[in-house]
């Protein structure tokens, strides 16, 4: 079994690479999840417009908390490593 992360590709990014990430971690096209982002975004905007003011803290987080692909990976996966016996 193929264990799938989500992780910010280093190519095909438009910003920070989490619509990207999250388009490849779901097996869809990025631009399928951008637009969704933006439309949504719009949406909020529309709708509540205080709760547009949701959407950039939102993506923010996710390129925080997303961890590239180029990095080594999260801070638990770095942890596990170091705690390996016999290294």
Known sequence: MVVKKLLRPSKG?????VCAGIGEY???DP???RLIYIIGSLFLLIWKPLSFLFS???YL???FVIPGEEEKGGAGETMAEERQPGQ
Request: aromatic share 12%; net charge positive.
């Open 13 to 17: 990014r438009t910003f920070a690479g």
């Open 61 to 63: 987080v996710a390129w």
């Open 31 to 33: 631009t399928v999840i």
């Open 26 to 28: 779901a097996g869809t």
């Open 56 to 58: 950039p803290p939102a």
